[in-house]
């Protein structure tokens, strides 16, 4: 079985325009990405999925495999979809959908994506949750990155009792009606940007078109519950940070200082 990891990255962010080419660190945020996904040791390939000239030359510079698209994608899975379906392959290979603002998703996180999917012979798709980290927990390199729950950029998940998802929303769930729960953290699940898809299911998936709640929410996941369809939720113990706002970016742009600054000691 072949896997093959399509990262979508576009310019116009609307929080954050032309995020994959930030690079404070010496290097554009789209490398800081692809060096993760390639460290993966399913991965067979890897390949960046963009509709701007801009963001493919900054992928070529580094010696990444850059895809142009069609500009009209109504979200990252689309655009990952034209990728695999030009450059072919069998029905049941796997394609990792990482998206583009994911610097610091741990390789050994998307192994582990892979062969719960891989384990799931009666499910088209797979995905990365993990608890929210304690309020207090401190963002040092290796520690959990701290999120809020109620933060509407942290999306949540909650499961069904076979670990599948029942609900991705930008709300928060579920909601604790009693105070003691809310104190407790609730049990709330942070979602992570990476997805494991057939690919033949990838390709039907991207023929649906954007489903209400995928609208409403807008989180493309949603368009593949509200087709009925299965999503397996791998658990892994770490948050790690997307990159929404500017501030987001600064944050991770410390937080790679200093684990530099620590590997030259």
Known sequence: MNVVAIIPARYASTRLPGKPLLNATGKHLIQHVWEQVRAARCVGRVMIATDDERIAAAVR????????????????????????????????????????????????????LVK??????????????????PADAQAQPGAAVPHDPADPNCVKVVLNRAGR??????????????KEAAGERAGWLLHLGAYAYRRAFLLELAGWPPSPLEQVERLEQLRVLEHGCGMAVELVER???????????????????????????
């Open 116 to 133: 719960r999917l891989e384990r799931e012979a009666d499910c088209p798709a797979a995905t990365l949750a993990c608890p929210f980290p």
């Open 239 to 265: 948050a790690v940070a997307g990159i929404d706002t500017a501030a987001d970016y600064d944050q991770f742009v410390a937080r790679w200082r200093r684990v530099a600054v620590g590997s030259e000691k």
């Open 165 to 178: 998802a029942l609900y991705f929303s930008r709300a928060l769930i579920p909601y604790p009606r009693e």
């Open 61 to 112: 510079s580094f010696g990444g495999e850059a895809w142009m698209t069609r500009p009209e994608h109504p979200s990252g899975t689309d655009r990952v979809a034209e990728v695999a379906r030009a450059i072919g392959g069998r029905d049941e290979d796997i394609v990792l959908n990482v998206q583009g603002d994911e610097p610091e998703i741990e390789p050994a996180y998307l192994d582990r």
